[in-house]
């Protein structure tokens, strides 16, 4: 029977598929992941390693896993698998995308509306300063988002459900693209492929949905900041290495852009102390796939991945490094 290794702690019902078929191991503490330390003493025996996004399945780690034929990553991204040595070495590895785009979308949007129209730093001011805070017709303004030009920088399958909810708004919709896409659907869509450069000076709002890469490591950096126009906004629930923090708060505070926000930093699962004292940037501490539902469903996708892989009775849906 085939040996089935989750390092993550997980709604189990997502796994009752696997655990019908294969002999699955989770981490015995039910509130808690394996450690790296763990995986490693276990890897050997195990024919499929089930990784969260944050763990890294590098070279130490394939190397232990005699075993090994599968990656199984519970994460639409796979930056922290060395995808090249995996190749190397004659395993696969597999994501789960499809379950992350609309709820990764959504919060796109909502931090979107959130930052234009200043919500959460509405609420904060209304929470500290009650009846001393000012109201009035010219107080609190925020941006319009009807009729402004989203610039979508990577149009997979969370940035066309963007697109689609942008044009839903009434947006004018503009992308950039490592591939352009096909006429036919440019025009279902409604968006308009431009440059990186044409994208950041004529984007009123700016969402990151690119997958992280060497290549698009701080592609939004100091130089993209004094191209964007004063009046724009931000927007990154991709991985937070696409932006060069330090850049950000720069701009942030001295009005080279107009907000922010971010469900994803550089330097870890929380922003920095800088970014946390400025008023015109929205924080979500990684969110963008934070519902139950959401949840069961990735460790379905998981699941079928593994299943389809030994099986061949579904699709599985397996990383190509371009």
Do not use: W
């Not at 609309?102 to 500290?128: F, G, H, M, Q, Y």
């Not at 923090?245 to 929380?270: C, N, P, T, Y």
């Amino acid at each position: 029977m085939k040996k089935i290794l989750v390092t993550y702690h997980m709604f189990r019902e997502g796994f009752n598929e696997l655990e019908q078929r294969y002999e699955v191991t989770f981490p015995p503490d039910g509130n808690r992941d394996f450690t790296y330390e763990e995986i490693l003493e276990r890897i050997p025996e195990y024919d499929v390693l089930c990784s969260m996004f944050d763990f890294p399945v590098n070279k130490e780690v394939m190397d232990r896993g005699v075993r090994l034929q599968l990656v199984a990553n519970y994460a639409a991204g796979y930056n922290n698998i060395d995808v090249p040595y995996a190749q190397q070495k004659g395993l696969t590895v597999t994501n789960t995308p499809h379950p992350v785009t609309n709820p990764t979308a959504n919060l796109a949007l909502c931090l979107l509306l959130d930052t234009a129209r200043r919500v959460s730093e509405c609420d904060r001011k209304l929470r500290r300063l009650g009846r001393n805070m000012k109201i009035g017709v010219l107080e609190n303004l925020g941006m319009p988002v009807s009729g402004k030009t989203l610039g979508i920088v990577g149009m997979g399958g969370i940035g066309k459900a963007l697109c689609r909810r942008a044009r839903a708004c009434g947006m004018e919709v503009i992308y950039h693209n490592r591939r352009r896409l096909e006429a036919a659907e440019e025009t279902h869509l409604g968006a308009t492929y431009v440059t990186f450069d044409e994208l950041l000076a004529q984007a009123d709002f700016v969402s990151l949905n690119a997958p992280y890469t060497p290549e698009t490591h701080h592609i939004i950096n100091e130089q993209a900041f004094k191209r964007m126009k004063p009046t724009a906004i931000l927007i990154n629930t991709a991985r937070g290495p696409l932006v060069d923090e330090k850049a950000l708060v720069k701009a942030l505070r001295e009005g080279e852009i107009h907000g922010a926000g971010l469900d994803m930093f550089e330097f870890g699962d929380h922003p920095s102390a800088e970014l946390l004292a400025l008023e015109n940037v929205v924080l979500t501490p990684h969110i963008g796939t934070q519902t139950t539902f959401t949840r069961i469903e990735m460790a379905r996708a998981v699941c079928n991945n593994v299943i389809g892989f030994f099986e061949n009775d579904r699709p599985v849906t397996r990383v190509l490094q371009p």
